[in-house]
């Protein structure tokens, strides 16, 4: 009879495989190699997580649970207007601290892509967000059903993102927000 699962290390485990992740992105990820970074073996990692596709899915999830809750602490004052709500948004968004997990976000989106069999809930973290921004730019939704404008306003965030992170011209991206802003003044 093995040993029974321990709930404590295995999310103890998930902290700091989500860590790696983050700092080292899933391209090639490898059980050996991060085992050895946590300090574990890779049979235990298969042990918690029951595989690597299982591991990673916990991972990604972790991920997104972390940036969800900082992004909800962070979220700007409903008081400003719908400009100084994406104003903060994006600042929060495009620090430098916030590297990683555009990184990853981008990373299983491109790999998704191609092997979308690998991350069979991709898709709810882009709809996660529609909620968030739903409520966050109320003011200039038509109604409660309305998708276009938190696509809308995911889409230029995560374009100016991937554009920022690709080629780290931080003033073309900002001048680009700046532009999108100017839309949205009544």
Wanted: charged share 25%; proline share 8%; glycine share 6%.
């Amino acid at each position: 009879m093995g040993r029974p699962p321990d709930p404590a290390r295995r999310e103890a485990t998930l902290v700091r495989a989500t860590d790696y992740v983050l700092a080292h992105g899933l391209a090639g990820l490898s059980l050996r190699p991060l085992a050895a970074a946590l300090d574990t073996s890779p049979r235990m990692l298969l042990y918690d997580f029951g595989s690597k596709q299982e591991l990673v899915a916990a991972v990604l999830a972790e991920a997104r649970r972390r940036g969800a809750t900082r992004l909800a602490a962070n979220l700007p004052a409903e008081a400003g207007s719908p400009e100084e709500r994406l104003r903060g948004i994006w600042a929060w968004m495009s620090a430098p601290e916030r590297a990683p997990f555009v990184r990853l976000f981008f990373e299983v989106h491109a790999d998704g892509l191609v092997h979308p069999e690998n991350y069979p809930d991709r898709a709810e973290a882009i709809t996660d967000w529609f909620d968030t921004l739903g409520t966050t730019f109320r003011d200039i939704t038509t109604g409660p059903d309305d998708t276009a404008t938190p696509t809308l306003v995911m889409a230029v965030v995560r374009g100016l993102l991937f554009d920022l992170t690709n080629t780290g011209d931080r003033h073309r991206t900002d001048h680009a927000l700046d532009r999108f802003c100017e839309l949205l003044r009544p």
